[in-house]
Nanobody, 120 residues
Framework: QVQLVESGGDLVQPGGSLRLSCAASGSFLSISTMGWYRQAPGKQRELVAKITRGGSTNYAGSVRGRFTISRDNAINTMYLQMNSLKPEDTAVYYC??????????????WGQGTQVTVSS
């Protein structure tokens, strides 16, 4: 069974930094594109950033230049370095990954989410 587990969410002051991690575990063949999404109260879930297995990245305009997505394929882990945080970055952040298992090719998996709160 495949699991994605996020960590690193916290309460931080405006202008501060946080680093989120997402670790994939279980039995699978490969992980292709991974991404971070977020959902603020009363809003739809939105893409924050995504990264291919080869390292190509894509960012939402609202976070470009402040957030950096990366991954370590050797340990099946993805990161999101968030700098210059703003109150509008407050949301539950979710990890997403396209994973191929022995039974199913390219299926979407989601983590349980980690809360990021930016407030003074």
């Amino acid at each position: 069974q495949v699991q994605l587990v996020e960590s690193g969410g916290d309460l931080v002051q405006p202008g501060g930094s946080l680093r989120l991690s997402c670790a994939a575990s279980g039995s699978f063949l490969s992980i292709s594109t991974m991404g971070w999404y977020r959902q603020a109260p009363g809003k739809q879930r939105e893409l924050v950033a995504k990264i291919t297995r080869g390292g190509s990245t894509n960012y939402a305009g609202s976070v470009r230049g402040r957030f950096t997505i990366s991954r370590d394929n050797a340990i099946n882990t993805m990161y999101l370095q968030m700098n210059s945080l703003k109150p509008e970055d407050t949301a539950v952040y979710y990890c997403n990954a396209m994973i191929t298992t022995f039974q199913t090719p390219y299926r979407d998996y989601w983590g349980q989410g980690t809360q990021v709160t930016v407030s003074s």
